[in-house]
């Protein structure tokens, strides 16, 4: 069984995966500051209320956008499961190229959504990831190609409610009827950014594939993306589980 860790700047998602199937996952806050001694604790209650036998875990790969952590995962697989993690990086065999100036400045989030995206459905890819940054990775003949950052949706939603005094904070979801043109304070902010961040979307989206010249496919992850999925036609395939299916066959590639 393999123990997949994958570190956002918001959450810390741990899925226990197996053949190809994703048994458990579980999500933790990210904190710089949580010991191995902590990590330990929590996956421990986790494993147990799941019925899970730690000793079940052979293998264990860590992709993090958060460096001062990876520290303490590395002591998290050591002391709870007598293993050392395979840290996902451009040194890896990928199975995808990285054509971009830089390779260094590529999160590490994004490489492993591009090869579980290309290893499933190809070439001539744009993987949008619902994060706390909203990432648009484009995948052109089999080489991560470069994409887009843009603050993600929450961001938006914490910023309009720290920086207004009379804004309430309000759900990320479409205005209850269903309209941009609102008639309330709340309606109105939730189509400003529920229907503002689908005309992000389905805008970057149309860019990308008029300066790549070809029709791509779009794909869609991340804790939101089955929410958008609903409201835009330009989403044409989700997949929750894209990141943890990336670092298993990242794993697999490279023999742990």
């Not at 459905?121 to 648009?136: E, H, K």
């Not at 902010?189 to 990308?208: D, K, N, P, S």
């Not at 594939?209 to 330009?234: K, N, P, S, V, Y």
């Not at 894209?242 to 023999?255: E, F, P, Q, S």
Request: with cysteine.
């Amino acid at each position: 069984m393999l123990l997949a860790v994958d570190v956002g700047n918001t959450n810390t998602v741990f899925a226990l995966v197996e053949d190809g199937a994703v048994l458990h996952r579980w999500r933790l806050s990210t904190h710089p500051g949580r010991t191995g001694d902590e990590y330990v604790a929590a996956l421990s209650q986790l494993f147990g209320l799941a019925g899970v036998d730690r000793h079940e875990v052979k293998r264990v790969v860590v992709a993090t956008v958060v460096p001062p952590v990876l520290f303490n995962l590395q002591r998290l697989s050591t002391v709870m499961f007598g293993l050392t993690p395979l840290v996902i990086s451009r040194d890896l065999d990928l199975g995808i190229g990285i054509d971009v100036p830089n390779p260094a400045e590529v999160g590490a989030d994004r490489l492993v959504n591009s090869a579980a995206a290309h290893d499933r459905w190809g070439d001539r890819l744009i993987v949008v990831d619902f994060g706390t940054a909203t990432t648009f990775d484009i995948i052109l003949n089999g080489a991560y190609s470069g994409g887009v950052i843009a603050p993600g949706i929450n961001l938006a939603v914490d910023a309009l409610y720290t920086a207004s005094a009379q804004l309430p904070r309000v759900a990320v979801a479409p205005p209850s009827d269903g309209k941009a043109m609102a008639k309330g304070t709340v309606n109105a902010m939730q189509a400003g950014i529920f229907y503002g961040y689908i005309g992000l979307i389905e805008g970057l989206v149309t860019r990308i594939r008029a300066e790549a010249c070809c029709d791509m496919l779009c794909i869609a992850t991340g804790g939101l993306a089955a929410l958008f999925d609903q409201h835009t036609d330009i989403i044409e395939e989700v997949d929750a589980d894209l990141t943890v299916r990336g670092l298993a066959l990242i794993a697999d590639r490279n023999n742990l």
